[in-house]
């Protein structure tokens, strides 16, 4: 193997620890700046908020009430095995396009960023972008979220995108 091949199967995975990085980054600032439950920044007529708050949960805060130790296998240890697999799949697969091996790094970098706060802040993980939502399926406001989740869920809506244009495209 090649130096150049080398590094075209790990090019990927640089997208993941600029994630990674910029999300932790955005929670010490977070921290150092806004106390925990307030407002530290209003934008729009209160249309956008960087706020502080922790979730011991995962997405909309479900699961914050189980027992820890339930809480620490669901939420940390299952992540943790998935996200390993994700990052052998992206070096080593040769069915995706390099898009979807972008998206499939952004996820991963995303998971990768809550998973650190998970295992190295008890008291939750730090969200802080908060975006009013207008009574829009019944919420006044979207649940808090950060870097990590928006990584997720748009590289997430780009990779179920380019699969579904890739099944058109092949039907047709």
């Given at each position: 193997?090649?130096?150049?091949?080398?590094?075209?199967?790990?090019k990927y995975?640089?997208?993941?620890?600029?994630?990674?990085?910029?999300?932790?980054?955005?929670?010490?600032?977070?921290?150092a700046l806004?106390?925990?439950?307030?407002?530290?920044?209003?934008?729009?007529?209160?249309?956008?908020?960087?706020?502080?708050?922790?979730n011991t949960?995962?997405?909309?805060?479900?699961?914050?009430?189980?027992?820890?130790?339930?809480?620490?296998?669901?939420?940390?240890?299952?992540p943790?095995?998935?996200?390993?697999?994700?990052?052998?799949h992206?070096?080593r697969?040769?069915e995706e396009?390099g898009?979807?091996?972008?998206?499939?790094?952004?996820?991963l970098?995303?998971?990768?960023?809550?998973?650190?706060?998970?295992?190295?802040?008890?008291?939750?993980?730090?969200?802080?972008?908060?975006?009013?939502?207008y009574?829009?399926?019944?919420?006044?406001?979207?649940?808090?979220?950060?870097?990590?989740?928006?990584?997720?869920?748009v590289?997430?809506?780009?990779?179920?995108?380019s699969?579904?244009?890739k099944?058109?495209?092949?039907?047709?």
């Amino acid at each position: 193997m090649t130096l150049q091949t080398h590094f075209q199967s790990w090019k990927y995975l640089i997208l993941t620890l600029v994630l990674i990085f910029v999300d932790q980054l955005s929670k010490l600032l977070v921290v150092a700046l806004i106390p925990l439950r307030t407002i530290g920044f209003t934008l729009g007529n209160d249309f956008f908020r960087l706020i502080h708050v922790r979730n011991t949960g995962v997405a909309f805060s479900l699961g914050d009430s189980l027992p820890l130790p339930l809480r620490k296998a669901l939420f940390i240890l299952m992540p943790l095995v998935v996200l390993i697999y994700l990052a052998v799949h992206i070096v080593r697969t040769k069915e995706e396009t390099g898009f979807q091996k972008y998206c499939l790094a952004g996820i991963l970098g995303g998971g990768f960023g809550n998973l650190i706060d998970r295992i190295f802040r008890p008291e939750g993980v730090v969200d802080f972008l908060d975006v009013r939502f207008y009574g829009l399926f019944g919420l006044e406001r979207w649940p808090t979220f950060n870097v990590a989740d928006s990584s997720v869920v748009v590289c997430g809506i780009l990779l179920f995108l380019s699969f579904w244009r890739k099944e058109k495209i092949t039907d047709e």
